[in-house]
């Protein structure tokens, strides 16, 4: 069965190392013969921040008809794959943005009646993959939590298959890091994802 | 300086607020920080960043200028670059969603804490520094849909992001303090009211 990837990617610059990265998750995909969504969050002018009127019916199933596209994305793919810089520790706010509204009750997951702890929805997706780059050392994010990876990793897979596979794919220290280091890092990228 | 400044006793916060909706208890909680904190003779400014209308996401014009001499460009993010660099205490009140800071808030990090304001690079040495030297408390107060036991599992990521990432940017003398109510969803009003008046009164506390 040919695979479903959804690439959500998130950088404000065209020319940046992560668009870099972007094109070898794609190459990467479109060699393993997956069908691949692409979903540029700045490139669209995605809006990030919650309405008040989506936080009012946030339990209602269902997302705001502006963005109904990237909700059947989500429930579509089995494959997703979040490319993106890491700041404070973190997904940047735009892609925080789209956590924020497209993962919603009906698409990721639905509270039954009195519960507190939601039910997952998303058993299409079984693999995640974060492609992610860092300004500072691998130990300083450690020191700091490693906010972005466990919201990722743990967080958003509660919705997903219970089976579903997480990958890690990150560059730390990029600025002090070498072309060669950066070129491999890309090479590592495209690899993982033709598998 | 004035007379405020040189008085030990005497606190100025900025409260830090992100949530869509004026009827929130999120704001209430914001509310009866502020009444705690004036009650003890302390000085509050706030920043609601819905109302003021904060733009989430850092754009390309603000990523180019990010390592440059003027990295703020907009009138909003600057004023609350001037109020955070004068400080004691910094305080965030907002739901956890996804583990984290509501999209609004992150961005709020994202583009105040710009270098200058959250941290300077060292020329020679080429290490961070940080910048909030004059915050001595930094704090949070968040509620959350999950029970603490999930947010346990899932790592507190939001927490994390301010009490460990932001705290890295403040001096080494700087308090921590966390304020979470749990499971809202299954919350009784007696348990949020409890809630909010241990927000106040830990707020007239402060020094």
Redesign the interface.
Known sequence: MTRRALVVYCH??PTSFVAAARDRVVAGLDASGAEVRLTDL?GEGFT?????D???THLDAGVDPSITSHAENLMWCDTLVLIYPT????????L??W??RV?ASGVAWE?PE?????APRLRNVRRVVAVTTHG?PKH?NM??????K??IT???R?MCHPLCRTSWLALYNID?CSESERLMFLDRVEQRLRR | MCASVSNNDTVHAAVVLA???AD?YAHALAQRAVDGLQAAGHRVDIIDL?ADGFR?????A???AYRGNQPILDPLVQTSADLVRNVDALIFVYPT????????L??W??RV?VPGVGFTFDERT?K?RPGLTNVRHLIGISTY???KS?VR???D??R??IM???R?SCGFGVRTHWHGLY?I??STVGQRAEFAAHIERSMTNLR
Do not use: C
Request: a negative charge; zero cysteines.
């Open positions: 404000p610059s700045y990030p921040e919650l309405s008040a989506e936080h009012a700041w404070w520790s973190g997904q940047p706010a735009m925080k943005g956590f924020d993962w509270l009195g519960a507190n702890r939601l500072s300083i020191v700091e939590g490693e906010g972005g466990r919201t743990r967080s958003l509660a002090r | 949530h869509p909706r929130s819905y989430a996401a850092m754009s390309e603000e990523q180019e969603w996804w583990s984290g800071l509501p999209a609004i992150k961005g990090m994202e804490m080429g961070v849909g999950s029970p999930i599992v899932v790592n990521n939001g994390r992001t460990r990432a932001l890295l499971a969803d299954t």
